[in-house]
């Protein structure tokens, strides 16, 4: 018979009906806390996508080709509120799964296809922003390459969450008995042979990615510096404050979930204790609340459709914070820049406004040699 651990329960109708949380249960207060937890996430996780929602549906500006992977985030992130997180958070009241195995088996499966999805069209946009700032491109608005990547990102989802259903590997109850994810704990070879591919494919890679497209944006911004340091320097800051809170965020929400689990699958039985198991579940939940937070809400353009929508548009005016379009500016990261030149001031005019989370730098003047 297959072991199980506290990551882990239930493999069986009759187990998640009748002991669903086994020994890993929590005790009444512990449920308590978890149900208002996952009543946060759910609402607010809900409520934050839905007007980035409404915020395309108001204003076509916002429809641009590089939005749609920001809109595919959060239609992501608002469909596992609505039919994952909404089953965790009635089985937390409960203290059990009230779905059995099948119920059990639509959870983990939809709640790892959306958070897959979110999470490889984060990867997308980061390589779209170092791919934007360092390729010139000569083509106005092109729908077709991000329409591609959306479409993409769900593919690519449903190839690595749809063998557990045919059964290479499983989905079965884990951390407090109350949510549904992969069998971590199911000790034959097969599935420790899909854990492995899950966890390189879907979490080692995005992350590398992420890593090499950020930290080449940097360097490009750096460059940008060089040309006029004092007027640089604010948006060199801005920029790697941005791409640091961007690269925290991901890996608070889903490495910790990531490290338990490979734990759960490669350590000894039991290793993992009840809180141990539902914090980083919770932690990896909590990434529907704080994705439209940094991607939509921190962008300017988003900001001011955001303002204008709930009628706070004189209090952005007031502070001088206008709308200014602006394009993209392409950074060859291979040339040299000399800064001892000596160029009119003509030439060297001062640097516009810059997008802040879409990355993306204003035209600037560059010194002909």
């Not at 069209?121 to 991000?146: A, C, F, M, Q």
């Not at 899909?194 to 494919?201: A, R």
Request: glycine share 6%.
């Amino acid at each position: 018979k297959k072991h199980t651990t506290n990551f882990n329960i239930g493999l069986d109708d009759r187990e998640l009906e009748d002991t669903p949380a086994g020994s890993a249960k929590l005790s009444q207060a512990g449920f308590v806390v978890l149900s208002v937890v996952l009543g946060f996430i759910m609402t607010f996780g809900f409520l934050n996508n839905f007007v980035v929602l409404i915020l395309f549906c108001k204003f076509k500006k916002l429809r641009t080709p590089v939005n749609m992977l920001l809109l595919n985030i959060s239609v992501s992130d608002m469909l596992v509120c609505l039919f994952g997180t909404t089953l965790s958070f009635a089985s937390s009241i409960r203290g059990r799964w009230l779905l059995g195995r099948g119920g059990c088996s639509w959870y983990g499966f939809i709640n790892s296809c959306f958070g897959i999805v979110s999470l490889i069209s984060l990867v997308i946009l980061s390589y779209d922003r170092y791919s934007t700032l360092t390729v010139y491109n000569k083509g106005g608005l092109n729908y077709r390459k991000p329409l591609l990547a959306v479409g993409g990102s769900w593919l690519y989802s449903l190839f690595w969450t749809v063998p557990p259903l045919l059964g290479w590997s499983s989905y079965g109850l884990e951390g407090a008995g109350t949510s549904c994810s992969v069998s971590w704990t199911a000790n034959t070879a097969q599935s420790h042979a899909y854990i492995i591919c899950l966890f390189i494919f879907c979490l080692g890679l995005p992350i590398l990615v992420m890593i090499y497209c950020y930290s080449r944006l940097l360097l490009a911004v750096k460059q940008v510096g060089k040309i006029r340091k004092t007027a640089a320097r604010k948006r060199e800051y801005h920029i790697l404050f941005m791409v640091l809170t961007t690269a925290a965020c991901y890996l608070l929400c889903w490495m910790p979930y990531g490290v338990v689990a490979m734990m759960a699958t490669f350590g000894p039985p039991n290793i993992i204790s009840p809180v141990a198991s539902v914090v980083p579940s919770l932690l990896a939940k909590s990434s529907t609340v704080i994705n439209p937070l940094i991607y939509i809400l921190m962008n300017k353009q988003f900001y001011r459709c955001f303002l204008i929508l709930f009628h706070c548009d004189h209090w952005s005016s007031e502070n001088g914070n206008t709308s200014v379009p602006s394009k993209t500016t392409v950074i060859p990261l291979n040339r040299r820049i000399y800064t001892n030149t000596v160029f009119p001031t003509s030439v060297l005019q001062p640097l516009p406004s810059l997008c802040s989370c879409c990355m993306t730098l204003p035209p600037f003047p560059v010194p002909r040699r």
